[in-house]
Structures are given as C-alpha cells and as structure tokens.
C-alpha cells in the first residue's frame, strides 16, 4: 500500500513497517541533493515531527515522518550517494523504515490519485 502526505512525503507499507521517502515533485522542488541527514535507528518519532534533512544546492528542507511509530532502518547509501534522491525518489532513495505505532494514522494519509488532486 503507497500512501502520501501533504508535505509531499511517501510511505509504502508493509505490515506493521513503513518505508518512507520524498515524492518526486518534492525532489524536483529541491534541485540537486546533496547530503541527506537520517534519522539515527532506534528513534521514536511522532507523526508530523521531524525524521530527516535534506540539503540541496537551492535550499534546507525538512521530511516530516507520515506516521508515529520507531525507525528501524535509515538508508545510509544516502550518506554516500545523496544524490538517490534525486534519480531513485520511489525507489533506491528512500530515507528510512518505521515500524507503525498508531495504524489509524493511516487513514488520514492521501492514495495517489488525492496527492496528485492536491498537486493540480
């Protein structure tokens, strides 16, 4: 199941653990990436707070976490290759996985078809 947030955050969920990343509309927004700062493994966020940092060559943009719940995983081939961001968005540049706390946050998040309604 792909989900999306207002902020222009995704998450694909696979039972109880959601990988998260950017939109590709976000990406474009950005430019070029150039250091993403993760969200360290163990973490408990809060759906709405802060879970990461992108850093491009126009500008510092935050990536809020869709969900509440405890990262498990960050993507560290960011560290190294930031630039996934930008050719891999829904794909190999994912930013982290969260295993969900509150799955009723789920429901108020948008499928594909609302996200690219709010876009126009």
Do not use: C
């Amino acid at each position: 199941m792909l989900k999306y947030t207002p902020d222009h955050e995704w998450l694909r969920v696979d039972g109880d653990i959601a990988t998260v990343g950017i939109t590709h509309y976000a990406q474009e927004q950005l430019g070029d990436v150039v250091f993403v700062h993760l969200p360290v493994v163990g973490t408990r966020l809060e759906k709405g707070g802060v879970a990461a940092v992108v850093e491009s060559v126009k500008a510092a943009s935050e990536v809020y976490s869709p969900v509440s719940g405890e990262v498990v995983e960050a993507n560290q081939a960011l560290t190294v290759e930031p630039a996934l961001v930008n050719t891999e968005p829904m794909g190999k540049g994912w930013f982290f996985k969260i295993r969900i706390s509150v799955s009723a946050e789920l429901d108020g998040l948008m499928d594909e078809a609302a996200y690219n309604a709010m876009r126009g």
